[in-house]
Nanobody
Framework: QVQLVESGGGSVQPGGSLRLSCAAS????????MSWYRQAPGKERELVAA???????GYANSVRGRFTISRDNAKNTIYLQMNSLKPEDTAVYYC???????????WGQGTQVTVSS
């Protein structure tokens, strides 16, 4: 099991943008599916976006049109570009292997995204 490290979070005003990164500490993503999840205070963790080994993508309805998931296998990194951020996007964001279904039981520390005026 490789370590995944999320970064790029921060505090922004509504309508702002952030780009999150998820990097593997070793080995390579190869052609494996990857996903972004988030967990808001008092809520269950939810799937945000997924990208397949062939770069097909899927998004939660709440973020479709605003978020974009991408990958760079050479850098062992996936990204989540978040635009037009809303207060309801406030959450800790996590990544994991798997296309919409987490492969690893252990989650990293995630990266905090706070959207507030």
């Amino acid at each position: 099991q490789v370590q995944l490290v999320e970064s790029g979070g921060g505090s922004v005003q509504p309508g702002g943008s952030l780009r999150l990164s998820c990097a593997a500490s070793e080995n390579s993503f190869g052609d494996k599916g990857m996903s972004w999840y988030r967990q808001a205070p008092g809520k269950e963790r939810e799937l945000v976006a997924a990208i397949s080994g062939d770069s097909r993508t899927g998004y939660a309805n709440s973020v479709r049109g605003r978020f974009t998931i991408s990958r760079d296998n050479a850098k062992n990194t996936i990204y989540l570009q978040m635009n037009s951020l809303k207060p309801e996007d406030t959450a800790v964001y996590y990544c994991n292997y798997g296309f919409g279904s987490p492969v690893f039981n252990s989650w990293g520390q995630g990266t905090q995204v706070t959207v507030s005026s």
